[in-house]
């Protein structure tokens, strides 16, 4: 079965309750168009939220949003077929799928293509608001 939702801005527990409260099971796909925040901080927040989601056994296919870094400027990135098209993941990450502008992926028996992002008026504020809070968490007793 295929889900879709977006804009879950890193916020794991968001997505957790999302796959929970919709029966999402294993093996099932959770599309999640524009903004997922797999990698918005940049730092070991990315990782928790991604070793979070990657234990549910729920294949994420991510389209990119315009709050978040794109897979294709990261080494740990590698390429591969999903369903007719190709998708970027990190080996220790399988179920969590990145799409590539402009590929057509065969979803359900419906051809769809991706194209992700946009730009954002706010994009600077946000950065500037996430930097705030990291040095919050890291500077509180």
Known sequence: MTYITGDTHANVDDVIKRIEDNNIQKGDTLIVLGDFGANFFLNVRDTIFKDRL???GVTIFAIHGNHEARPQHFEEY??????CGKVMYEKQYPNILFAIDGEVYNIDGKKTMAIGGAYSIDKYYRAFRAALYMMEEFTSD
């Open 54 to 56: 990657n234990e549910l």
């Open 78 to 83: 590698v390429v591969k077929e999903w369903n």
